[in-house]
């Protein structure tokens, strides 16, 4: 139990610091940043609870195994570039510029374009 509490805690963490800022962006386009970052981590964190929900009312039970998936499905879920980032530099253990440097669109760069605003 102990070791559970630890897990949910610590994740719970790593959640709300991998969701939040994700959140503040939008909301700050949005005219309030605060309630962009509960909307947010308030989502990624409705995901871990139905995670866990459908886990208990499946088996009866809550194991580790259980609340590790949910907040990896919570993490997973997120539509956001920079977890997609570090995710991909958690998974292969080393970091690279190349992995976050250009954040553009490919097909809509066009390295020959010219500025015509004078």
Do not use: C, H
């Not at 610091?17 to 309030?32: K, L, P």
């Not at 259980?66 to 530099?89: M, P």
């Amino acid at each position: 139990m102990k070791e559970t509490l630890k897990q949910i805690v610590v994740r719970s963490l790593g959640l709300v610091a991998a969701t939040a800022f994700g959140g503040t962006a939008i909301g700050a386009v949005a005219g309030d940043w605060v309630m962009g970052t509960l909307i947010g981590v308030g989502s990624a964190f409705a995901v871990v609870l139905t995670t866990i929900g459908v886990a208990v009312a499946w088996k009866g039970t809550l194991e580790l195994s259980d609340i590790q998936n949910a907040y990896r499905a919570a993490v997973a879920k997120s539509d956001s570039e920079a977890v997609e980032d570090a995710l991909k530099v958690t998974k292969d253990g080393n970091f690279d510029f190349d992995d976050v440097v250009f954040d553009g669109d490919d097909d809509l760069y066009d390295p020959n374009a010219k500025d015509d605003i004078k």
